[in-house]
């Protein structure tokens, strides 16, 4: 997972708060203006998820939205993807969940990779905002639309035929640093197997461990057990981009 990027994750009382203040300053929510942002708020219902724990699944018709407030979730496909476990993570700001508000099932589904604090927003509750605000179909479609802009750049960077280069693209999104620089506190730390980061990249172990041992060489990442610590995001998209 990517280590947190907070300095003590919420407990107890802290929850909902935190997880307000958190969903309020990061991702869709946070540029949503502050009526349909409120109303959103006051509807969720925060949770906490141990590692391990799916909080929905790829192919249920019903439920509300989700949005990860605090940790590291990992995305699974509707759609078979046997040569990796998983194929996306999504850090704080992250919200999925629209599909079933227009009657189809869900495309993913989305797993803690540590302690996870996330937020349900009720379809039913949802159903309601809409109801009686129809202007705000809006901002649902800025959120569908932010996925189909995620989904499109996966794509574009899997096209890379540059090996390099791809795992270089993969990395910075794992990290969540693809297009944006992380808070100067993060510690990007990404703990899954070589096996997995492979399938993701689509090439060989052996190709993909000579790239991150060149990688470590020249300071840009740590190498450690089943993890890679991204050490300089900014030089890695330079390295990207030329």
Request: glycine share 8%; aromatic share 6%.
């Amino acid at each position: 997972m990517v280590e947190e990027r907070a300095a003590t994750f919420p407990k107890g009382r802290d929850v909902a708060g935190a997880g307000w203040q958190a969903l309020s300053a990061n991702g869709w929510l946070a540029r949503c203006p502050d009526d349909f942002r409120k109303a959103m708020l006051d509807a969720a219902i925060f949770r906490l998820a141990p590692r391990g724990q799916t909080i929905i699944r790829a192919g249920e018709e019903m439920g509300g939205l989700v949005a990860i407030a605090h940790g590291t979730a990992e995305i699974t496909l509707y759609f078979d993807h046997p040569d990796t476990a998983f194929v996306h993570l999504v850090h704080a700001g992250y919200w999925a969940g629209y599909r079933p508000l227009i009657g189809r099932h869900r495309l993913i589904s989305i797993t803690a990779r540590g302690d996870l604090l996330w937020a349900l927003v009720p379809r039913h509750a949802v159903q309601q905002m809409l109801d009686s605000n129809p202007r705000w179909w809006r901002h649902l479609l800025d959120l569908a639309d932010d996925n189909v802009e995620l989904t499109v750049g996966i794509i574009a960077d899997l096209t890379r035929q540059n090996s390099l280069q791809r795992v270089l693209a993969v990395l910075l999104r794992l990290g969540g640093c693809r297009t944006d620089d992380p808070p100067p506190d993060a510690t990007l730390t990404l703990s899954l197997s070589q096996a997995d980061l492979a399938g993701m990249a689509v090439m060989s172990r052996n190709t993909l461990n000579a790239i991150l041992q060149e990688l470590e060489e020249r300071g840009l990442i740590q190498l450690g057990y089943r993890s890679v610590t991204i050490r300089e995001p900014r030089r890695l998209r330079t390295l990207l981009d030329d």
